[in-house]
């Protein structure tokens, strides 16, 4: 306690005494023990009374000491499994030090596709994202002095490229390169550029790069096979000058089905790594083509973005047509798309009535809303709104087809001047408006589902900024196309409906990413979350798939490399359907040779931070324990608390202050 409180205290004591002896003795005659009880009442209540106005307090300081965290990241992935031994030893030395344990908080991690707290090192991670633990750690540390050791190959399969993450980053990171760091002479194949579909009798293309690792001139034969039946070879010249060569071809569908391609490059007489001479994908041959037709007076972006989105799938193509082109241009259409139609579409409805057709209604700022509610029968919208930007949320029970990998975070609005919508016959929203943050009931994409023919309604324009927003968001238009191509293929599918669907992919590079997803819908069409459905793989083994939003899935991750064929069957009833795939061995990781030491020594360059080796370990320990910067901080904190509670005294003032009144009115004093 401070004394200058103490000082106050003992003047309000004084002060407090001598007003009652003021009140109570001062020229007054004894009165015995009632003027006694009577000054002690008075004493505790004024002396309480400059207690609370003082309000004393105690000062408690606690001194700590915070030790910067050494946060040890060590790589768990199958790349680095060869240096098992040697990433151990150097775990448990650097962190069993005597002056790093005094000096530093230690902290270990693994990684590999996630940021793991380090129990046990299995080395059975299949992707290695650098970027992303670099990033966690920097979430979880970011008030306090960190400095990260790195113990990798820096060989990275996901994410972010580190070593320009690394100026992000507000703590210097020491790698320290583990594996071997000789260049090897190696041949290896990547990039390949493939349609996943072709048309039967149709030549298809096919491309991919073989680069050489060395200092020679080599020649090196490549070749292409077809389900086991060589199809291509070619001589390539390969240098240290000349690292990379570009094969292109075109290869002849046959016969319908999925078509096993394996690329092939010819093995070095003392390459070491042989896992990356090869490359297999997966090319489905279909019979027919789905055509398109976008119908519009205007030009819009909107129009190509649409374009280029459905043509990603090689099975469509689209023309762009205007409304006055005539019969005969549209009698070749399986799917209209109408763009902000006007009274000119006049003749485009009822073609489209007459057949029977699918649509895709995209209304905008020059669409005659009055015009598109007489001419159709789906759908009414309310007219007489302003021109207004919408936003789009989307719908998670949206169920008609599968919309789970489609995001729509950071999409810009649309234009619109709709009012609510009312649709006729079985209809379901999967995009909602929302205006200035309010989520609204109103459609931003909805379809219906006719007898015979199906209907999408699309209220906005603008969609050409949300394939630019996709590529923006993930680097790539896929979240786009896809969205676009599922909606494409909802339309084009006019047959009778399936309660269950399955989708996987015929081929999968590895096991982690194989999965097998299903849809079922009860009677009405409604899809049906508490069904048990089960997967029979190779007429053996049985797999419960799980509901995952609206979709149940099965978790192929475990299987090992090999052919497969599956049933999904629905409990207690008849539905069924099967199909098979292809897992094949790959491993991304094993596709490298050598430690990309040089990626490491950018990254701690642009940290502040210094490469080592494993052999440098005493180097690291040295630096580690004499730079200043990782001084443990010494913090004094002070914690002022008040030495009365203020309902206590209080308390008293009132107890003494009702004793003092009660003796005086008792013994009859005024």
Known sequence: M?????LFLILAALVALAIVGFQYFYKKEKGGKTIVYLSFFRFIALFGLFVLLINPKLTKKSITVEKTNLVVLVDNSSSVRESKNLLETSIEEITSNSGIQEKFAIQ?????????????LNFQEKNTDISKALSAISDIYNTTNTVVLLLSDGNQTIGDDYEFYGSRLKYPVYPMAIGDTTKYEDVFIHQVNSNKYAFLKNKFPIEFFVSYQGLENK????????????????QVQVSAAQKSQKISTFLEANSVGVKTIRLSAGILANEKNTANNSKTVAVEVIDEKTNIAIISNISHPDIGALKKAIECNEQRAVSILKPKDGILDLDKIDIFILYQPDISFKEVFTFIQNKNASALVIEGPKTDLNFLNTVQKSFQIETGYPIQEVFPTKNESFSFYDTSDFKVDNFPPLLTKSGSISFLGVNQTLLQMQIRGVDLENPLLAVSDGEGSKTALFLGEGIWKWR?????????????DQFIGQLVLYLSDNKNKTRLTVSFEPIYEGSSAAKVTASYFDETFVFDANAALVLTLNNSKEIPMLVKGSNYEADLSGLTPGDYSFVVKVSNTNLSKSGSFKIIDFDIEQQFNATNY??????????????FYPTQRSALLAELNSNLSFLPVQKSNENVVSLIDFRIVLMLIILALSAEWFIRKFNGLT
């Not at 693994?110 to 046990?120: K, N, P, R, V």
């Not at 020649?219 to 070619?234: A, L």
């Open 2 to 6: 401070q004394l200058q409180s103490i």
């Open 108 to 120: 270990e991690y693994s990684f590999g596709e996630d940021l793991q707290a380090l129990d046990s």
């Open 598 to 611: 040089n990626k490491l020594e950018r990254l701690a360059k642009v940290t502040d931070g210094k490469l």
């Open 219 to 234: 020649t090196i034969p490549v070749g292409i096979s077809m389900d086991g039946k060589e199809v291509f070879t070619k």
């Open 468 to 480: 630019l927003q996709s590529y923006r968001n993930e680097g790539s238009f896929e979240n786009f």
